[in-house]
């Protein structure tokens, strides 16, 4: 099975390469455009900000390839807010899979630290995704904006505010937690996603 992950300049493209080693999928990374679309699975990772990751997938026109894409894709972290239509990070516009506009956490007490770093549980599971996945599942999550909670929310967590853990519409899936630093049930959900 031929899986790609996207090659751009964002944080934890390695850490996703060596977790679905793992599980035992040899994955390319790349940034070529026919690879990308003659893939059977692609993910979309990412940790840093959204508006240079943006300007780095339209030079390379992959902004439109990914929108444009029928195999199931993943997005993850920063790759899940950049499947959405905008960012209030530097006011991005994004590729727009998902009609959502991706939001800064805000909080007056001092006991909700921004970013949101550490362990947090993900509820209502719906989807191929979260299969034999148990409800209240810990994730490891690291993010200062959120995905509102909308039509195409799949799972669910709470920091500050309920938010989506998860998205999915049509073959695009995305996650906001890192499943490849969440340990067995983040390898499942991997798992699950190169099942489909």
Known sequence: MKTIIIKYPV????????????IGVEAIVTDSQESIRTAEKV???GVGEAHFAMKYLKKNK??????ELKQPVLGICLGM????KHSEERSTPCIGVFDFSVKKFQSENKNEKIPQIGWNTIHNLKG????????GSYQYFVHSYYVPLGKYTVAETKYIVSYSA????KNFYAVQFHPEKSSYVGHKILENFIRL
């Open 43 to 45: 993910i979309l990772p």
């Open 128 to 135: 191929p995704l979260f299969e034999n996945i148990p409800d």
């Open 81 to 84: 807010q950049l499947l959405c």
């Open 62 to 67: 992959l902004d439109v390839l990914l929108s």
């Open 166 to 169: 998860a998205l999915q519409k």
């Open 11 to 22: 944080g934890n493209v390695q850490s996703v390469l060596f977790s679905l080693e793992r």
